[in-house]
């Protein structure tokens, strides 16, 4: 079975396929009419991105419902902890340290620095995705910096003319980010060698700058259906991206994120909320392969995610938002997006 992201070169059948398949799912109709009668006294968001022709000559077809590519109202909840991932794996090339290394992380104190906990790399990604782990989240986001992460990642030239990330997800010591203090993390290779790193957060609200209006306009984290769904496409896709395009990250560091491995989870996993996956979608794609990031706080669901159907040449990337705290409402989207999809490609 071959691994998504890692796509072998398809035949000249399969670009007149591809091309065919476009031509048909722009006659279907447009994303508004789909997703209008779902839950129609719900607030909703989507985005799908489709590949479209071989990896030698991709294209990439976007569409969205409404004015979702451009809208950040609502809380984006888990799914923008995809962000602190990638964001820590290019900053721990940047600083040219192994994936096998390990975080201990301290605050300053009247009396000092104080050791808060030590994680390895490997086991907070493969936690971000196995469990949705808050804790594991913050340490990252309080690796990378709230500067960093909003100045050098969150950025348009990166995919990202809407994100920011503002804040952490846990109130306790000793994981919680305390962004007004100053932040010291050491980075230890397995042989023991070490180095340290220092940050303490600028005061600048990027989520102000950047148009965040839910739960708090400074403070509040922000993105959009279409950023979502932009940032799976980059990984998903890497390797048939042009350089531009591509995170800094290594083949190692893809495969982590995309399958976890050796008892480590990845994108690719049904553990932690697949709302998108369970319903129509499964019933028209069965053997697909399913990578996703979920979200769900108490008024607000969310998925998004990459469907991978061999057997049909199917590759395309939701994601979808509901202001509701029910999966059921998101589901129904998803399953509604691979309908059109479906509908296009067997023609």
Same mark, same amino acid.
């Not at 980059?234 to 083949?251: A, G, K, N, Q, V």
């Given at each position: 079975?071959?691994?998504?992201?890692?796509?072998?070169?398809?035949? @000249?059948?399969?670009?007149?396929?591809?091309?065919? #398949?476009?031509?048909?799912?722009?006659?279907?109709?447009?994303?508004?009419?789909?997703? *209008?009668?779902?839950?129609?006294?719900?607030?909703?968001?989507?985005?799908?991105?489709?590949?479209?022709?071989?990896?030698?000559?991709?294209?990439?077809?976007?569409?969205?419902?409404? !004015?979702?590519?451009?809208? =950040?109202?609502?809380? $984006?909840?888990?799914?923008?902890?995809?962000? +602190?991932?990638?964001?820590?794996?290019?900053?721990?090339?940047?600083?040219?340290?192994?994936?096998?290394?390990?975080?201990?992380?301290?605050?300053?104190?009247?009396?000092?620095?104080? %050791?808060?906990?030590?994680?390895?790399?490997?086991?907070?990604?493969?936690?971000?995705?196995?469990?949705?782990?808050?804790?594991?989240?913050?340490?990252? %986001?309080?690796?990378?910096? @709230?500067?960093?992460?909003?100045?050098?990642?969150?950025?348009?030239?990166?995919?990202?003319?809407?994100?920011?990330?503002?804040? &952490?997800?846990? /109130?306790?010591? $000793? =994981? =919680?980010?305390?962004?007004?203090? $100053?932040?010291? /993390?050491? @980075? /230890?290779? $397995? &042989?023991?060698?070490?180095?340290?790193?220092?940050?303490?957060?600028?005061?600048?609200?990027? +989520?102000?700058?950047?148009?965040?209006?839910?739960?708090? #306009?400074?403070?509040?984290?922000?993105?959009?259906?279409?950023?979502?769904?932009?940032?799976?496409?980059?990984?998903?896709?890497?390797?048939?991206?042009?350089?531009?395009?591509?995170?800094? %990250?290594?083949?190692?560091?893809?495969?982590?994120?995309?399958?976890?491995? *050796?008892?480590?989870?990845?994108?690719?996993?049904?553990?932690?909320?697949?709302?998108?996956?369970?319903?129509?979608?499964?019933?028209?794609?069965?053997? +697909?392969?399913?990578?996703?990031?979920?979200?769900? @706080?108490?008024?607000?669901?969310? !998925?998004?995610?990459?469907? *991978? *159907?061999?057997?049909?040449?199917?590759?395309?990337?939701?994601?979808?938002?509901?202001?509701?705290?029910?999966?059921?409402?998101?589901?129904?989207?998803?399953?509604?997006?691979?309908?059109?999809?479906?509908?296009?490609?067997?023609?």
């Amino acid at each position: 079975m071959r691994k998504a992201g890692l796509f072998p070169a398809r035949s @000249i059948i399969w670009l007149v396929v591809g091309i065919c #398949s476009f031509q048909n799912i722009m006659k279907a109709g447009s994303l508004d009419a789909l997703i *209008d009668p779902i839950d129609p006294d719900i607030t909703k968001w989507a985005s799908l991105v489709v590949l479209e022709g071989d990896d030698s000559h991709p294209k990439f077809s976007w569409h969205h419902y409404r !004015d979702s590519e451009n809208a =950040v109202d609502f809380w $984006p909840a888990s799914t923008i902890k995809i962000y +602190a991932a990638v964001a820590a794996l290019e900053y721990l090339n940047e600083l040219q340290y192994p994936l096998d290394c390990a975080l201990m992380y301290e605050r300053r104190t009247v009396s000092g620095w104080q %050791l808060d906990t030590a994680r390895t790399m490997r086991e907070m990604i493969s936690e971000v995705f196995r469990r949705s782990s808050n804790e594991d989240y913050t340490l990252l %986001l309080r690796f990378v910096g @709230i500067d960093r992460i909003n100045t050098e990642f969150l950025i348009p030239e990166r995919g990202f003319p809407h994100s920011a990330l503002m804040r &952490d997800y846990v /109130v306790h010591r $000793p =994981v =919680v980010y305390e962004n007004t203090e $100053p932040q010291r /993390v050491r @980075i /230890v290779k $397995p &042989d023991g060698t070490s180095r340290l790193i220092e940050h303490t957060w600028s005061g600048v609200s990027y +989520a102000a700058q950047r148009g965040a209006t839910v739960l708090s #306009s400074t403070t509040g984290n922000c993105t959009s259906t279409q950023e979502l769904a932009e940032c799976l496409r980059r990984i998903m896709f890497h390797e048939i991206l042009p350089d531009s395009e591509r995170y800094r %990250l290594t083949p190692e560091q893809l495969s982590l994120l995309r399958f976890g491995g *050796d008892g480590l989870y990845g994108l690719e996993n049904k553990e932690a909320g697949p709302y998108a996956w369970e319903g129509r979608l499964k019933e028209i794609y069965p053997k +697909a392969r399913f990578f996703h990031k979920a979200g769900m @706080i108490s008024n607000y669901t969310l !998925d998004v995610a990459c469907i *991978d *159907d061999e057997s049909s040449h199917t590759r395309f990337i939701l994601c979808v938002a509901a202001e509701t705290g029910k999966g059921d409402t998101v589901r129904k989207m998803a399953g509604a997006l691979a309908e059109w999809i479906h509908s296009g490609s067997s023609h």
